[in-house]
């Protein structure tokens, strides 16, 4: 297995020493670069390092890699495959132009370079082991000097490693961007680099400020999706979220089809799975679009409702979102209101004629006897990428009469005062043999984005190699996702293949070989149309209305190859009245209510949903059947008597409640796939063993079964689910190549030793068997197991003793079990990577390996768990007994001690831990120095603390409510002052690339100390309202510089939090209750208004009964001059549960981009205070407002190009110049691990974040 991203291709593969960096530097990298950016990574598991040579996995992964970055440490040079794994490496560089990025952690390039130094020692001892081959060693040495003169990366010139991460992970970002626009003529991509310039104008790329949507209009074929999935891949590394929708149009038509993608945009830019959509979408949710910088692509929606139904109105985004969207309709932009709109032209002569010559010849130019040839074809293609990329793969090694041919088609075609681009593309589509044109036209009217795999197994053998024919002529093309390979063709293309259905019969349908149009199939079997023309139906049952069929619906229809009656979500089929739910599943648009009499027998696909009869027809004789699916149907049995159905590969029954009998292997013998969930089957026969093929065997939910027969032995690979089978009490007493047995939510008791005889066992899930009290040792024997799942298994005290070594088992699950005691000896699992036992209640005793161990009774864990680096998560929460912890793997990044209520102190935290939950730990008085990779800090109701140490540069989220004795604060300003000042630095020096590299840093901050009443004295308030003074100064300065030079969204609003009821004296402007009114002084253009800073004090007294509310605070803002008037609004965050104690808000609204031509003579500025209450989903009035304060903030605009910049607040005027120096301070951290996924730097001091909407 590879730690990676998916498997296939990959944009980065990590060569790196395990034993220097993995746990302490390279995971964190990984995380960076896959989990927070999403770039495929690929990153290597020890298992594929054995033997002598490099695996096939890595080679792959090297070889199918765009970059490597490669991470010199000292022990770099001991390892043969480190080194092996470079020599690879540049050998892609030469050959394939693959980056290469070297990262010097602790060592020089000079010591790598020469072999010297600290990198000497282990090069030379693997040197001694190969004396015997020089020029082995000779290349290691090749490549480390060639390696080591690459512009690269040393960690020593960084002050710690999440620095060194965020440069790392720039410099990959910056290479993939230019790797994506580079012309890559193998992809079809000429041109695209002109048309992205050409686009960027309508993108505003580097306006921030408000929510941009752009269309894209061409006509078919014309690049208007490569060059939408260009945009896409280049910037979507800038935005908070992002989603790409293909196929709109297609995608829609079907039932609830636009609910579904817009169930799966706002699943893929939230990162979660939701079920919501429409007017639905809870306000939460709605918030956190508002707050994210989304970009949406779109891609051919050809009505305006499907832009309604899916984005709605532009104000659900936020600022900065770009919402792009592709179509051949005009109109539906424009109606829409769509103003920004590309049209994709055709490409320029010079690069038709390199596109063609792409697929034509595989090169970017073509022999000279074929030249002339080729300009014609070129002229008549019109610039069409698509048809140049068609016709060029049809004429490639074609001999020179055949290029004749085609170009007197052409010239006929073009001469033909009407035509279009199908007339032009069917030249391919004629020149292709009768059987491949049927493949087309299966592909085009019935499968289309279906698995290849699935339709190569439905056609006849002779005909399965049509697909790569299709392939090459670029007819269809390949798409891989996960484990499938799912079958792509053209719009274009699947419209023409349509239209050739068409016009086989324009008037009669049923005189056609493929009908897809659900009235025209009504029409065709309602009236017995239909005829031996017809080859297949696809008819989507929630597009029509009930209809009775004839029992010879289709006694006409002798060549029918492929029958499909389906239903895309059975929760969609229309409720009838007084059903019960099994009715309704199993009720079906299609009857018979006098049977059906015929089935043609060359069938090799027959699904049909809710089928309405007992068995198929006497008559039907499935020899050529290959797939069967029958879900939600009325069947008890396939048929009556026995038949010959040899080529019959999948059996699909599901759900069909009266199923009883299933056919035997005599019967069918060929069967792969056997799914029987939820049937009535009470009884398997024994003859299941005898089917030599079969792979997947599926009872799941099979009540009435409640045994299964005796001493089977399956002789071929075979995973069998018994899952929710609640009334089968035996194990099975099977044998054989079972690998994957799932028993699931059954009534078993006990796990019998015959299951040793399970050799090739992968996976055991016996998941909430409840009843389940043991297990044989002979469990040991399953030498293959890798995954054991045992969760929920509320009667199961004791683990069995592992007598032998379970090399390969990796994973156990004792979830809410009853066991007291762990595996023993824990040696014999030298494999295991993940033990999950949380809410073990009875468990008090614990080995060496742990994983997740909350709910325990245990009062301390075992020295030795320093001694697992691969530990990475340690979950302990619910361990009310637990009084210490020991010292901390080193690779720990996760550690969870929510009501650890004795826990009184914690050791020294590993380097690289990253969240640390400490909720309701009642007996902690102080924290051990914090990480300074820390970046999630739960302190919630920790009632005895009173300190806090000081808080870590890259810490995004700080959660400490209700820590009732907090007496002293860090140096909160120190921090944000350290941060923003080196970020300041950082800008000092020119790049070309800042509006890319700094597009998060216009950052919110904000400090929540809701209840910590101890705080309310004038020191700790004096340290929070300078806080407020100096994260206005330090963001405003690089918000402001960016708004100025270019024209970025302006910053948003800072917020703090904090016991008291006394206004800063800083606030020149006060007032009692909840509105005040101010004169800006008129002044000249020396001073810019950047925005007010504000404070509100709030009364809780009132509330203090009411526990569970929450309340948030609205300021609108109106500005009013003799030339101008501006409205501006602040809405809080929202805070949680205050008690009966005033408290204050201190906040900041800017307004960079206000702007008045007069200076501010005679401006008035007023500003109203709104607050609500949140309890129970419902709004009420809030607490009182008693006093409020207000007071612009001013610049000078004129000092930010000699790099300095003051503030003035009335009062005191602060000079950003004078803030500390930068070095040794994070940088990038304002880049990365210092934002949130909203791209704000945000301290919360509460509970988990809720936004309702007003």
Not at 155 to 179: C, H, P, R, Y
Not at 192 to 215: A, Y
Not at 818 to 847: R, Y
């Amino acid at each position: 297995m590879a730690s990676s991203s998916s498997c296939g291709n990959y944009d980065v593969f990590l060569s790196f020493r395990g034993e220097d960096t993995r746990a302490i530097f390279t995971c964190h990298l990984y995380d960076a670069l896959f989990k927070r950016k999403k770039i495929r990574t690929f990153m290597d598991d020890e298992e594929l390092r054995r033997g002598d040579e490099i695996s096939d996995a890595l080679l792959d992964a090297i070889q199918g890699s765009k970059i490597s970055v490669v991470i010199f440490s000292k022990d770099y040079g001991s390892s043969k495959w480190c080194l092996n794994e470079l020599v690879k490496i540049l050998e892609c560089k030469h050959t394939n132009r693959q980056i290469i990025i070297p990262v010097f952690y602790g060592v020089s390039p000079s010591d790598v370079r020469h072999q010297t130094g600290i990198f000497k020692h282990g090069f030379d001892q693997l040197k001694q082991h190969f004396e015997e081959k020089p020029e082995m060693v000779q290349r290691w040495r090749d490549a480390l000097r060639e390696t080591s003169h690459l512009a690269g990366h040393e960690s020593t010139k960084f002050s710690n490693d999440a620095q060194l991460v965020n440069k790392i992970v720039e410099d990959v970002l910056k290479n993939l961007q230019k790797i994506t626009v580079s012309t890559d003529s193998s992809n079809g991509l000429v041109g695209l680099n002109s048309r992205i310039e050409q686009i960027k104008p309508f993108l505003c790329m580097d306006l921030w400020d408000t929510v941009h949507i752009v269309g894209i209009w061409g006509t078919g074929g014309i690049g208007k999706t490569t060059l939408a999935e260009a945009i896409f891949d280049q910037f979507s590394g800038e935005f908070d979220g992002k989603y790409f929708a293909k196929n709109v149009r297609r995608k829609s038509e079907t039932e609830g089809g636009l609910e579904e993608l817009q169930k799966e945009m706002l699943s893929t830019i939230l990162s979660e799975k939701l079920e919501v959509a429409g007017p639905n979408i809870p306000q939460f949710t709605k918030g956190r679009l508002r707050r994210m910088k989304v970009l949406i692509v779109l891609d051919d929606v050809n009505k305006d409702e499907q832009l309604e139904g899916l984005i709605g109105g532009l104000d659900q985004y936020g600022p900065g979102s770009r919402i792009v969207v592709t179509t051949r309709d005009k109109r539906v932009l424009e109606k829409f209101g769509v103003e920004k709109i590309y049209r994709v032209n055709g490409l320029k002569f010079d690069e038709a004629f390199e596109h063609f010559c792409n697929f034509g010849f595989k090169e970017n130019d073509c022999p000279e006897d074929l030249y002339r040839h080729s300009w014609r074809v070129v002229w008549y293609a019109d610039g069409n990428p698509l048809v140049l990329k068609v016709l060029g793969s049809s004429l490639y090694l074609k001999r020179k009469s055949h290029w004749e041919n085609v170009l007197d088609d052409l010239n006929r075609i073009c001469e033909s005062e009407i035509h279009d681009i199908y007339d032009i593309l069917k030249i391919s589509f004629n020149e292709l043999t009768p059987r491949v044109k049927s493949i087309f036209l299966d592909i085009a009217c019935f499968f289309e984005g279906e698995d290849k795999d699935f339709l190569a197994r439905i056609l006849d053998d002779s005909e399965s190699d049509g697909l790569d024919v299709l392939i090459d002529k670029s007819l269809i093309s390949i798409s891989e996702k996960w484990a499938d390979k799912l079958l792509q063709m053209h719009d274009i293309l699947q419209e023409m293949g349509r239209e050739i259905v068409r016009q086989e019969s324009e008037k009669e349908p049923g005189k056609r070989s493929r009908l897809w149009d659900p009235k025209e199939i009504r029409r065709v079997l309602k009236q017995k149309k239909g005829t031996d023309a017809i080859e297949g139906i696809f008819l989507d049952l929630s597009k029509i209305k009930g209809i009775n069929l004839d029992p010879g619906a289709f006694k006409n229809m002798s060549s029918m190859r492929l029958l499909k009656f389906y239903v895309p979500k059975f929760y969609e089929i229309k409720k009838v009245p007084s059903m019960s739910t099994e009715e309704q599943l199993s009720y079906s648009k299609v009857q018979l209510p006098n049977g059906l009499d015929y089935l043609p027998k060359k069938l090799r696909y027959l699904h049909w949903d809710t089928y309405p009869l007992r068995t198929l027809p006497s008559n039907f004789k499935p020899k050529n059947l290959v797939e069967l699916n029958l879900r939600f149907s009325k069947v008890e049995q396939l048929w009556e008597g026995e038949k010959e159905a040899f080529k019959l590969k999948s059996i699909n029954l599901s759900h069909s409640q009266h199923f009883i009998k299933m056919p035997g292997p005599l019967e069918t013998p060929n069967v792969e796939t056997y799914l029987l969930d939820y049937t009535n089957l009470a009884c398997v026969p024994s003859s299941i063993q005898n089917f030599k093929y079969l792979s997947a065997l599926s009872f799941m939910g099979c009540k009435s079964l409640r045994s299964f027969p005796s001493n089977l032995h399956f002789v071929c690979p075979v995973a069998i689910n018994f899952s929710y089978c609640v009334n089968l009490i035996e194990f099975p007493q099977i044998s054989g190549k079972v690998t994957s047995l799932n028993l699931g939510q059954t009534a078993i008791e006990e796990v019998p030793s015959s299951i040793e005889c399970l050799t090739d066992l992968v996976v055991l899930d016996l998941e909430d068997c409840k009843r389940l009290k043991r297990i044989s040792t002979r469990f040991c024997k399953l030498r293959s197991l890798v995954d054991l799942f045992l969760s929920g298994c509320l009667n199961l005290e004791r683990f069995p003793e592992i007598l032998e070594k379970m090399e390969h088992l990796k994973r156990i699950y004792l979830v809410w079990t009853a066991i007291t005691e762990l595996p023993s000896p824990f040696e014999n699992l030298p494999g295991l990577v993940l033990l999950s036992v949380s809410g073990c209640s009875m468990l008090d005793k614990l080995p060496d390996n742990i994983g997740n161990l909350s709910g325990n009774n245990f009062q301390s864990l075992p020295a030795s768990i320093k001694q697992l680096p691969w530990l990475r998560y340690l979950y302990l929460e619910d361990c009310n007994m637990l009084q210490s912890l020991p010292e901390l793997p080193l690779g720990l990044k996760h550690l969870e001690l929510r009501d650890c209520k004795i826990l009184q102190s914690l050791p020294e935290l590993p380097l690289g831990l990253e969240t640390l939950h400490l909720w309701r730990c009642n007996m902690l008085q102080s924290l051990p120095a914090l990480p300074l990779g820390l970046q999630t800090l739960d302190l919630r109701d920790c009632n005895m603390l009173r300190s806090l140490p000081e808080l870590p540069l890259c810490l995004q989220s700080l959660k400490a409510m209700n820590c009732n004795r907090l007496q002293s604060l860090p140096e909160i300003p120190s921090c944000v002052q350290e941060l923003d000042a080196s970020v300041l630095e950082k800008l000092s020096k020119p790049s070309p690339d800042r509006s890319i590299k700094w597009r998060y840093k216009t950052s919110t901050i904000y400090f929540e100390f809701t209840n910590c009443l101890e705080l309310n004295g004038k020191a700790n308030n004096k340290i929070l309202a300078d806080s407020l003074r100096m994260a206005i100064a330090a963001s405003l300065r690089l918000g402001y510089e960016n708004a100025y030079n270019e024209k970025l969204s302006e910053l948003r609003g800072s917020q703090i939090v904090l016991p008291g009821s006394e206004i800063p004296d800083w606030f020149s402007n006060q007032s009692s209750g909840s509105s005040i009114r101010i004169q800006l002084p008129a002044h000249s253009f020396c001073r810019k208004l950047i925005g007010f800073a504000f404070c509100v004090v709030l009364d809780f007294k009132q509330l203090y009964s009411d526990r569970f509310r929450h309340f948030y605070v609205d300021l609108k803002i109106k500005i009013l001059s003799e030339t101008k008037h501006v409205d501006l609004g602040y809405h809080s965050r929202l805070i949680k549960d205050p008690h009966g104690s005033d408290h204050v808000i201190l906040g900041f609204k800017p307004c960079l981009n206000v702007g008045f031509p007069d200076g501010y003579h005679h401006t008035t500025v007023s500003l109203k205070f709104f607050n609500k209450c949140h309890q129970n989903l419902k709004f009420q009035k809030g607490p009182k407002i008693k006093r409020c304060g207000v007071c612009p903030v001013y610049a000078n605009p004129s000092e930010i190009k000699a790099n300095t910049f003051t503030l003035n607040f009335a009062t005191e005027v602060w000079k950003l110049d004078d803030l500390p120096s930068a070095s040794g301070t994070a940088a990038s951290e304002f880049d990365s691990s210092g934002t949130s996924d909203e791209g704000e730097l945000y301290y919360s001091f509460d509970e988990e974040e809720l936004e309702p909407s007003p």
